[in-house]
């Protein structure tokens, strides 16, 4: 099993934790849960969610060093089991921010 997965953020609201040990996502308190991505979901989540972006944050992020539940699940019945954070995000088990920027077609990608 992967120990490490992925969160997508906007730098933007990224900074609004920077004098913070957590991290919450914008949509945490409304749907109780921080969206995650193993390697292989990322440029998925990018395409689905992020297009016209110019410039996200990666955090990727250590399952063993979590604090909230981390939950697999499949709740939109697609076959397809997704991370789900179910709490704050405890910041020392991020251990590495990657900074993707869109190329000349406004497209976010990331290699592994």
Same mark, same amino acid.
């Given at each position: 099993?992967?120990?490490?997965?992925?969160?997508?953020?906007?730098?933007?609201?990224? =900074?609004?934790?920077?004098?913070?040990?957590?991290? =919450?996502?914008?949509?945490? &308190? =409304? =749907?109780?849960?921080?969206?995650?991505?193993t390697a292989? +979901?990322?440029?998925?989540?990018?395409?689905?969610y992020f297009k016209?972006?110019?410039?996200?944050?990666?955090? &990727?992020?250590?399952? +063993?060093?979590?604090?909230?539940?981390?939950?697999?699940?499949?709740?939109?019945?697609?076959?397809? +089991?997704?991370? &789900?954070?179910?709490?704050?995000?405890?910041?020392?088990?991020?251990?590495?921010? +990657?900074?993707?920027?869109?190329?000349?077609?406004?497209?976010?990608?990331?290699?592994?």
């Amino acid at each position: 099993m992967e120990t490490t997965i992925y969160h997508l953020v906007i730098p933007e609201w990224w =900074e609004t934790f920077a004098e913070k040990d957590y991290y =919450e996502s914008e949509t945490l &308190h =409304e =749907e109780k849960f921080i969206h995650l991505s193993t390697a292989e +979901q990322v440029n998925g989540t990018l395409n689905n969610y992020f297009k016209g972006v110019e410039r996200i944050l990666l955090l &990727h992020v250590d399952i +063993q060093k979590l604090t909230s539940e981390l939950i697999f699940e499949d709740l939109f019945g697609i076959g397809i +089991q997704f991370p &789900h954070l179910y709490g704050r995000l405890n910041k020392d088990a991020v251990i590495e921010i +990657q900074e993707l920027l869109a190329d000349a077609d406004g497209i976010l990608k990331v290699k592994f």
